[in-house]
Nanobody
Framework: QFRLVESGGDSVQTGGSLRVSCSAS????????MRWYRQAPGKERELVAA????????NYADSLKGRFTISRDNAKNTVYLQMNSLAPEDTAVYYC??????????WGQGTQVTVSS
């Protein structure tokens, strides 16, 4: 079964950096595009970044381009999100996601990122 577990969330100061991780199991990780989403309180869940199965291509929400970097290590079945120049508006629960067979979406439990002034 598809399983995704996020980690690395923390409380950081404005301008700081943080890397969150998502460990995957239960499927052939290297065959799947991976995504990071985030959800702030009272807000819709929004796509942050996506990365191709081989890690060669990535895309980002326009507002985050240049600050956030998605990467993956297929040998470790892990996808990362490096977040730089963090601002309070980045405070959210960050989730990793993939789309499995039949279009089913799989989610981790999320990891909390809090950015304080």
């Amino acid at each position: 079964q598809f399983r995704l577990v996020e980690s690395g969330g923390d409380s950081v100061q404005t301008g700081g950096s943080l890397r969150v991780s998502c460990s995957a199991s239960g499927f052939t990780f290297s065959n799947y595009r991976m995504r990071w989403y985030r959800q702030a309180p009272g807000k819709e869940r929004e796509l942050v970044a996506a990365i191709s199965s081989d890690g060669a291509r990535a895309n980002y929400a326009d507002s985050l381009k240049g600050r956030f970097t998605i990467s993956r290590d297929n040998a470790k079945n892990t996808v990362y999100l490096q977040m730089n120049s963090l601002a309070p508006e980045d405070t959210a629960v960050y989730y990793c996601n993939t789309i499995g067979p039949s279009g089913n979406a799989y989610w981790g439990q999320g990891t909390q990122v809090t950015v304080s002034s």
